[in-house]
């Protein structure tokens, strides 16, 4: 066989990455931390249930939870809101509004300012 030096996949060189699909990566990514952000801790209840160490562990994030509890409300809402917003701009996308390339573009500013400027207002102001 002849050692050709050719890329597996010399589509992947000269593709260029596009937000909207850059989004429609992440809002699948935070669809799964979503469930597994609001699902683990009812969890890591019932574990804390059957062995000592895990109860400690629990005891401990309980007892320090003005350092744990604000960063994960934040994280969570950051999160929740982009996928929200997110999901309803591919709801009007759906429904054959706003599909060309300049308000794909506008609609993804606007998704990154809205959440944003959201979080801004709910946790600094």
């Keep these: 066989m002849y050692n050709i030096n050719r890329p597996i996949s010399p ?7 596009q937000k909207s699909s850059l989004f429609s990566i992440w809002h ?3 669809g799964v931390a979503m469930f597994t952000l609001i699902a683990s801790p009812p969890l ?10 895990s109860f400690n562990i ?3 994030m309980l007892n320090n939870s003005s350092l744990i509890l604000p960063w994960f409300i934040v994280i969570i809402s950051v999160i929740f809101l982009y ?8 709801f009007l996308w759906d429904s054959v509004v706003n599909v060309n390339t300049e308000s794909i573009i506008k609609d993804s500013n606007t998704l990154l300012a809205l959440v944003f400027l959201i979080m801004l207002f ?3 102001l």
Excluded at 11 to 17: A, R
Excluded at 83 to 90: K, S
């Design 44 to 53: 890591f209840l019932k574990l804390a249930t059957f062995s000592y160490k």
């Design 83 to 90: 996928h929200i917003i997110n999901g309803i701009r591919h």
């Design 122 to 124: 709910k946790f600094i």
């Design 11 to 17: 589509h992947l060189t000269i593709y260029n990455t």
């Design 28 to 30: 699948r990514i935070s």
């Design 58 to 60: 629990l005891d401990l």
